[in-house]
């Protein structure tokens, strides 16, 4: 039992070392403020790690034997920098006794001692898995130049476990003299070692390792497709775009397929815009549709219009919907109004509320404010009434300004209330009893909204603003 409270005070000290907070500040994807708190979610410190000197051999000493739950703990707290914190990697020691995610961010670790180094790359070929987790996650924390050679001679090992472990620390490291011995062990025959290998050459983003990466989208195991074609959609080319579409098409896991439309969203693929539409309209997994919205959303092409439209009216998917209308916000064309309009009557409120949100990006000069937007006033749910009083302040429109009087007589909710003052007097709020009446509210926050609104509607800008829940990443 004190060996295993070891691990776990161990994993405090990570946290220190590796500048993540220990436990995550995650907002709920009701919370008004959910947006402006998951931005900041790398809020914390992160200077030069300032915890106390890590004992490296006590730790991989209570590590041995220690419940896979607990090492897992322990090895999400030495965090790894970079990208790869929304899939992890394809294969860790832990992974087939204790599946986990781990949360990463980017930064370096300072040196540890030569012969701490020496006792992490003996802990790769241990027997023990926890040992094995901890020791390549803390070889990631270190700069290339101190491990890289080490571990690109581990990658010849005749032992694949080791080979699967020395291609993960390469990734973490980002050692960029890995490249060619990573491209040569995408021919592995252990699974574990090819997709481990194609992840660790999307985290170095050479474009040499390009056409070995899609080489893998037919690869037999899954986990290999997966990580290639994650891999490659982290590569700033357009040259594989032709091959992700034929993987969104063709592949016969949701998953790759997921992952495959991830990638040309971000890589703003105009030329797969009908394919996307397809998927949107005819995966059988609403996953796969949700993220298609998404990457439609994120290319800002507005022929995507109608794919998105038709699933905003058809899908029987509430997340499929949300991100469809989210996708029609950021795209901004004008010609969707009618179609958010008739989402604001959604029977999700996450739809309903980012229907709000997505007509206040239709801000240009002379847009009418729906009807079905001033309905939202009278919503049951807080955030959807705060959407749509934002939404009405960034139209302005002076037709809306008595259904905004009739909201701010009724409202309860302070935000939604000062929300209201917002979208009044950017709509041109001039009735001296409405103003006097704000003036001598009880509420100081409600007099200093009114006196912000009377000395110039813009001066409320950019409060409140309420977006949508975070869109879907692998």
Known sequence: MQRIIGLVVATFAFSSLSGVPAVANTARSGDTNAYAQGRN?????????????????????????????????????????????????????????????????????????????????????????????????????????????????????????????????????????????????????????????????????????????????????????????????????????????????????????RVAVWALGNLEARDAISALSGTLAHDADARVREMSAWALGNIEDRSSVAALGAAIRGDVDDRVRETAVWALGNIGDHSSLDILAAATGDRSSNVRGTAAWAIGQMDDNGTKAPAGLLRLLTDESADIRLKAAWALGQLEDAGALPAIRDALKAEKNDQVRRGLIRALMKSGESSQTTLTQLLSSSDPQIREAAVRGIAGARSFDPWPWPWPRPRPFP
């Open 41 to 257: 979610h790398n809020a914390f410190d992160q200077g030069r790690r300032r915890g106390t000197p890590l004992d490296v051999e006590a730790l991989l000493t209570a590590a041995r034997g220690a419940p896979p739950v607990i090492c897992s703990l322990a090895a999400k707290a030495v965090g790894n920098w970079g990208w790869g914190n929304w899939s992890d990697v394809p294969s860790t020691p832990l992974m087939a006794l204790a599946p986990a995610s781990h949360d990463n961010d980017d930064g370096d670790s300072d040196a540890l001692p030569a012969a701490d180094r020496e006792r992490l790359f003996t802990g790769l070929s241990s027997d023990d898995a926890c040992v094995r987790e901890l020791s390549v996650r803390l070889i990631g924390t270190q700069k290339a130049e101190l491990v890289g050679g080490e571990l690109v001679t581990r990658l010849g090992s005749s032992d694949a476990g080791l080979r699967s472990v020395a291609a993960l620390g390469l990734g973490l490291a980002e050692v960029q003299s890995g490249l060619d011995p990573l491209i040569r062990t995408l021919r592995d025959p252990s699974v574990d070692v090819r997709a481990n290998s194609a992840w660790a050459l999307g985290r170095l983003e050479s474009g040499r390792a390009l056409t070995p990466l899609t080489g893998l989208f037919r690869d037999d195991a899954e986990k290999v497709r997966l990580a290639a074609v994650s891999a490659v959609g982290r590569m700033d080319s357009t040259s594989a775009i032709p091959l992700l579409i034929r993987v969104i098409q063709q592949d016969n896991s949701p998953a790759v397929r």
